[in-house]
């Protein structure tokens, strides 16, 4: 049925469509993104005062995984959380600003949250652009060799050795249980490949919640083995072993499929 225009001046104004206030309103998922942002410093603080069992490897330990909670937390809202791109833009530029800025005047534990937001709106956002399986393994295993690259002897390796003090930008520190100061560092590019694996398993068909407690745990194996070896090492190799293995059997199969044509 066509439409005919109704030119009286009542109709010139159409009403909001019920149940609205024509009001623009907040995404859900705002309010728990705040939650964890608020929660993760104050974690962060406690645990330096909280005793630890010893020796310094197992309390450094502790401190990072009872710390990575609530960044996971607030890593995967952002990343599978509902709203629009431009709430989610919005959120990533204010993420970006907040981390520069804290980090410029070395409030680095309140800097922390900022960095999440920053690190896992830019997943979200470049995983939400793919949306074939294969493409999210070829992104892993590019991640996986150039990663490794770079801390032994590329980009990374470069800052660590010259300019030390630009890494409180690029790292999320972690509190050691029972002890002040800095204990282990999470890159923002492992939360930002976190956040994006997470947002494409969700588009390209895999397995997101699998995957995500996959790449948590995978995570922690990465600082055990750093500590045992003392040495630092790069998660991001870690991170995208444990995101092939849990979709490896759905991998296969579109890799099949596109063999088949």
Excluded at 70 to 81: D, K, N, S
Excluded at 107 to 130: E, S, T, Y
Excluded at 185 to 213: K, N, P, T, W, Y
């Amino acid at each position: 049925m066509a439409a005919t225009a109704d030119r009286s001046p009542e109709a010139s104004v159409s009403p909001p469509p019920s149940g609205s206030s024509g009001r623009w309103s907040l995404p859900r998922v705002v309010p728990r993104i705040v939650g964890w942002a608020v929660a993760t410093p104050v974690l962060f603080a406690i645990l330096p005062g909280i005793p630890g069992p010893g020796p310094i490897e197992v309390d450094a330990f502790l401190g990072f995984g009872l710390g990575l909670l609530p960044v996971l937390l607030l890593a995967w809202t952002i990343a599978r959380g509902h709203m629009s791109a431009r709430v989610a833009g919005a959120l990533t530029g204010a993420g970006l600003a907040g981390a520069v800025g804290l980090s410029a005047l070395g409030w680095l534990v309140l800097a922390v949250p900022f960095k999440v937001v920053f690190a896992a709106g830019m997943g979200r956002l470049l995983g939400r652009q793919v949306g074939e399986p294969l493409w999210l393994a070829l992104v892993a295993a590019v991640a996986l060799i150039a990663d490794i690259w770079s801390v032994f002897a590329g980009p990374t390796r470069a800052v660590v050795e010259r300019a030390p003090g630009f890494l409180d930008y690029l790292l999320v520190h972690f509190p050691v249980l029972g002890h002040a100061g800095s204990g282990m560092g999470l890159g923002m590019s492992d939360v930002i490949f976190l956040a994006l694996f997470a947002a494409g398993s969700a588009r390209a068909g895999l397995r997101s919640v699998a995957g995500f407690a996959a790449m948590a745990c995978s995570l922690l194996v990465t600082v055990a083995v750093a500590l045992v070896w003392k040495s630092a090492l790069p998660a991001l190799p870690f991170l995208s072993i444990a995101f092939l293995l849990a979709n490896a059997d759905l991998l296969v199969n579109a890799a099949r499929r596109w063999r088949e044509g």
